[in-house]
């Protein structure tokens, strides 16, 4: 198994291209499990890891981090493959991260029925010092990232939005708990989401909330405005 394999410099080790069939006659190989070591979470973090099928030329790609891995890493590589076999999309990555406590993690404030809430922050600084860079060093990837949430996770893709909105090329938030905290982080989206762009002739901002929680035309998504996949310059 390479669950638990990592080196020693707590790089993950980079994962096999997913391919229709896997080493062994008869078995479908979609990705690999491999695992890096937090020292900020003080933990062991499992990351299940989608990478296309090779160009010949081992060209970087763009890295869709996935939160709730778990649940979500089967159905979402699958789209992905999909939607790269009919040319609606580049080759891109998947990273699925495992969970630990996701109540910790991604939620932004502490609330007293649930004990261990508040870790966003954290979570945060983890995913910009530590997960970013390993995944960064071990494959070959292209400077553009997405990160995509449900839930909990989409509140804390809205709360990576509003505190590091450079980290992320494009944020998916899907059905996200826009009010926790007496609604917060709504009203932080809000204003987030209508505030002009510093450089008037930047492309629309790709954040697409699913939620119906924030009425702004500036949230929908429409062909003629969708983000393009460009690479940002190193």
């Not at 994962?15 to 695992?35: C, F, K, L, P």
């Not at 869709?64 to 580049?90: K, N, R, S």
Request: aromatic share 6%; net charge positive; with cysteine.
């Amino acid at each position: 198994s390479d669950a638990g394999r990592q080196p020693a410099s707590g790089t993950p080790a980079p994962a096999a291209a997913a391919t229709a069939t896997g080493a062994n006659a008869g078995e479908i190989v979609i990705g690999e499990r491999v695992s890096l070591r937090s020292e900020i979470l003080g933990e062991e973090r499992a990351l299940l890891v989608y990478r296309p099928p090779p160009d010949g030329a081992d060209t970087p790609c763009p890295v869709i981090y996935l939160l709730d891995g778990e649940a979500h890493f089967h159905h979402t590589t699958g789209l992905v493959q999909f939607l790269m076999q009919q040319g609606q999309m580049p080759r891109v990555m998947v990273v699925g991260l495992g969970n630990v406590d996701r109540t910790r993690d991604f939620t932004p404030t502490h609330v007293e029925r649930l004990q261990t809430s508040g870790g966003a922050a954290r979570f945060l600084a983890f995913f910009e010092r530590e997960l970013i860079p390993a995944v960064e060093k071990a494959y070959p990837t292209a400077r553009y990232r997405v990160l995509i949430g449900h839930s909990f996770g989409g509140l804390f893709a809205i709360h990576m939005l509003n505190q590091k909105p450079d980290l992320f090329d494009a944020t998916i938030s899907i059905s996200p708990s826009l009010a926790w905290a007496s609604g917060l982080m709504q009203r932080q989206t809000r204003a987030l989401v209508a505030a002009p762009s510093a450089d008037p002739g930047s492309a629309p901002s790709p954040v697409r909330a699913s939620s119906a929680a924030i009425p702004s035309p500036t949230a929908r998504w429409s062909p003629s405005t969708a983000p393009r996949w460009k690479a940002r310059p190193a």
